[in-house]
């Protein structure tokens, strides 16, 4: 089974390898996700809030602490022990990706891209799959205004998130626990969690159960929370034959007008304005 899943890792990469391009904006046909890739995707400046969540990164790495969590993101909810520092080298998104997410945040936040462009009104994030809460940090970096409310299944891994947020001063995070496939629809649907009922997302990480039945399941409940500037990025499409049909299977989807494939993760747009297009994009 592993041996095979390895298999299948190398395989597609090497196929994202001969198909995807360095596009530099160039052949993107939106001036909006032309401007996207050209100075955000590409960018590789290093922002503000990077060293002090990558020297986090780095203590977690280091960390020989164990604990006790259930892991419901390869489908199999039981409690197993394990070490900080296995958890941050396995399961934490890559400082690249995390970042890429950082400038998505901060061009999303920006009211020239917003539908109404006479004023910045604050973002709605969600992210599925809080783990020690280092990409829920970026999320949370570019605008204090911004509302991320991150889900993940084990409470042991939100409190070792919590103190490395306050350090930060990262207030605009609000932690859930439990089962994703509870709490998210609870989340949505009433207002017990915000001052008031989520009216729409305008971002959304999805990063939780890796199967493909999952991933569907979060995809319908999000779905009509998303509107025409919103984005939705998948991470890990090709991890797995699962995901890479959940994957294609969402592409398809008639509410989606364009995908970004990056390998690691992809994105999806909702503008009817853009071309029905699906890039691969060498990063």
Known sequence: MQLAQGLYRIGSYLRHRLTAFHTGGEGIHSPYLFY???FCLYDSNRYYAFSAIERQRQLFLQSHQQVTLTDYGTGQA????????QIAAT????????QILFRLVQFLSDPQWQENKQSARPLTIIELGTSLGITTAYLASPAARNRIFTLEGSQALVNLAKPFWQRLGRTNITPIVGNIDDT???LLLSDTASDRT???????????????EATLRYWNHLLPFVHNKSVV???????S?????????????????CTMDLYDMGLVFFDPAYLRRHYRLRI
Do not use: C, G
Request: aromatic fraction near 8%; proline fraction near 7%.
């Open 78 to 85: 039981r409690p197993a022990v394990r070490p900080v520092r």
């Open 36 to 38: 996207w890739v050209r």
């Open 184 to 186: 998210l629809p609870r």
């Open 233 to 239: 990025v998948l991470d890990d499409i090709h991890y």
């Open 198 to 212: 989520i009216e729409h997302l305008d971002l959304v990480f999805m990063d939780a159960n890796h199967t493909y």
């Open 241 to 257: 034959r699962e995901m890479n049909r959940a994957w294609k299977t969402i592409r398809q989807s008639p509410e989606v007008t």
């Open 91 to 98: 399961s934490l998104e890559k400082a690249k990706n995390a």
